[in-house]
Each structure stands twice: as C-alpha cells, then as structure tokens.
C-alpha cells in the first residue's frame, strides 16, 4: 500500500471523524450559528498564513527545482485563494479580517506550532506528511457530501470549493510526492513522518472542535 494511504488507514478513525463533524454536518444542514462559522474563518486565515511559510520550507528542502518550484506554487494558487474566499464570506458577514491582528487560539496556535516544529527538525518527508492531511481531508468532506447544497448561500459557496474535483491535483500531487520521499526514507524517518501525520489530523479535529466551541484562551 502507497506510504500515503497507509498513513490515512491507520488513522481511519479520526479521519472519518473529521469528514462527518458536526461543524461539516451543520454547515450541509444550513443550522451552523454564522458566529461560529465566522470564528472559523477568521482562525483559519491565519493557520493559512503560517502554513504558507511551512510550504515554503518544504520547497527550500525539495531535491530539485520542478519539485520546489510545484510546492512554491500551491502557496499562490491554493492558499491564496482560500484566503481571498475566506475575505470575502467575512465581509459579507460584516466582520472583515485582519490576521496580523487576530489573536489565534489555543488549538490553532498549537496546530502551527506542530507544523513549524516539524519544518524547523524534520526531512521533507515529515514536512509534507504533516501538511497533507490538511488538502485531503479537505477535498474528502467535500466527496462525501457531493450532492449536498446548503440553503445557506455563503455555507453553498464554502462547500462548493472541496465538493469541486479541481482540488483533487493538489492531493493527487501532494500523495504522490509523500509517496516518493518516503520510498527514499529510513525507517526512523518514515516513522517520524507517520507521527507528524497522525497528529495533523488529529488537530483537524481538534481545528473543528475549536470553532464549535469558540474556544479562547483561559
């Protein structure tokens, strides 16, 4: 099995949990309070914008140019564009946002804090293990609920985006190169990336959990 669908296998648990959480659940169903969605939004515009300069580590440690330039480039057309969408729901929603001004909270600060960890110690197998399951689980919530279209016309339009096949080349691409740095791997390093993955998604989770909670610092 490829290292990349090995590594979602062993933590089919957590990552089912994620696709059906009641945040996506609730977001489908059109009930989500837009307070929580916006406290969403607003969080994740900053984890977008750290894991941006974690994507760019990523490339720095690519073995070649093709490589490093296809990393640099999700960062634009990805992440930007997330970002963008992100801009325009808050505004619609009458709370615009300013990420060098948000405060993160505690599951989003942590969250970074494991990507940045990893970026600042680990090979680029462990980087780009722990930035997958982000885009994946991402674009397999938006499979799962595929005929769904929320009444809400701003829940339509964030669904819209990972019910769209257009983001299957950016997991395609990001499995596949997981897949080839790990077959290249140790069998430390390897474990390693394993590790940096299960926790990833465990903060997925815990990323919702955050939002339904609004949670904030003590």
Not at 69 to 94: D, I
Request: proline share 5%; aromatic share 10%.
């Amino acid at each position: 099995m490829r290292f990349s669908h090995e590594m979602r296998e062993r933590n089919r648990a957590t990552w089912d949990a994620v696709v059906r959480h009641p945040f996506v659940e609730q977001v489908v169903e059109s009930t989500l309070p837009h307070a929580n969605f916006l406290f969403y939004i607003h969080q994740d515009s900053w984890f977008l914008r750290e894991e941006s300069k974690v994507l760019g580590i990523a490339a720095s440690r690519a073995p070649d140019l093709a490589t490093a330039g296809a990393l640099a480039e999700l960062v634009t057309s990805v992440n930007q564009a997330e970002q963008s969408r992100h801009r325009r729901f808050a505004e619609q929603l009458g709370d615009p946002i300013d990420t060098l001004a948000l405060t993160p909270a505690p599951t989003a600060y942590a969250y970074v804090a494991h990507l940045r960890s990893v970026a600042l110690d680990g090979a680029l197998v462990e980087i780009l293990a722990a930035l997958l399951p982000c885009p994946w689980v991402y674009r397999n919530f938006g499979q799962h609920h595929e005929t769904r279209v929320p009444d809400d016309p701003i829940y339509r339009d964030w669904l819209s985006a990972y019910q769209s096949p257009l983001l299957d080349d950016r997991v395609q691409y990001q499995c596949e190169l997981l897949d080839r740095t790990a077959a290249d791997a140790g069998a430390a390093t390897r474990a390693r990336a394993a590790e940096a993955f299960g926790i990833s998604i465990r903060y997925e989770h815990a990323f919702w959990d955050m939002a339904m909670a609004q949670e904030a610092w003590g």
